[in-house]
């Protein structure tokens, strides 16, 4: 057990529709990294915030956002959902989020659009 | 972040050693050499990393050469629950980095 809460672990909806996945991270981490794996792209970096502002961002579509709030739990919003979107989304955190440290991730959400 | 090149899969039998490389040759002279493992669809773990010197955990050893441009993973002792995609990458240690993470090996131990 990593630590990393994700909540739901599986979900399924219709296209056009709208989710938003939770992460709480580990007791005292202030980083949270959103990544999404799906078949045929591996894992794939988001987003990435710390102590609530974003500090990185990677391919995260339009239709996506995310935020970090105060007790530092995050949520990732996925709108206007497409077929394409189903994948595995990880959320991972670590104590800071610069330097030399290593992410520890939650066991993820399987999301099905269909 | 350097990129790395890792084989696409490698076999292992049970209980002998899995020797994972990875080439880093782009690598720069701040950045540390992260391995991570994702069993089968679960979230990915981290193994160990490293900067210049050969590091050792409770899971695994990591041997970097000396022109850092290569690395072994060493698990000394595979069982069939190391049956997983392994994933090198290469990280600033400075700034806000993220974890970009390739295509990995894929190690099968067999009994």
């Known amino acids: 057990d990593s630590g990393v809460t994700q909540t739901p672990k599986h979900l399924i909806t219709a296209t056009g529709q709208r989710v938003t996945l939770r992460c709480s991270p580990r007791?005292?981490?202030?980083?949270v990294y959103w990544y999404q794996q799906s078949l045929d792209q591996g894992l794939q970096f988001l987003i990435q915030?710390?102590?609530?502002?974003?500090?990185a961002k990677g391919n995260i579509l339009e239709r996506f956002s995310a935020q970090q709030f105060p007790d530092l739990h995050s949520e990732l919003n996925l709108s206007s959902l497409e077929l394409g979107d189903s994948a595995l989304y990880f959320c991972?955190?670590?104590?800071?989020?610069?330097?030399?440290?290593?992410?520890?991730f939650g066991q993820g959400t399987r999301l099905t659009v269909v | 972040d350097a990129k790395t090149t890792q084989p696409p899969s490698m076999d292992c039998a049970e209980g002998r050693a899995a020797n994972l490389p990875c080439n880093h040759s782009?690598?720069?002279?701040?950045?540390?050499v992260y391995w991570y493992r994702q069993i089968h669809s679960q979230g990915p773990q981290y193994i160990i990393h490293?900067?210049?010197n050969n590091e050792t955990n409770e899971m695994a050893s990591l041997i970097i050469t000396e022109d850092r441009k290569s690395s072994t993973l060493i698990l000394p002792h595979a069982t069939l629950r190391d049956t997983a995609v392994y994933y090198c990458?290469?990280?600033?240690?400075?700034?806000?980095?993220?974890?970009?993470f390739g295509t990995g090996t894929r190690l099968l131990v067999s009994p």
């Open positions: 990458i290469v990280r600033v240690a400075a700034g806000f980095q993220k974890l970009v």
């Open positions: 782009t690598i720069s002279g701040n950045e540390y």
């Open positions: 007791s005292g981490d202030l980083s």
């Open positions: 490293g900067l210049k």
């Open positions: 991972a955190s670590s104590p800071i989020g610069e330097g030399n440290t290593e992410a520890f």
């Open positions: 915030y710390y102590n609530g502002e974003e500090r």
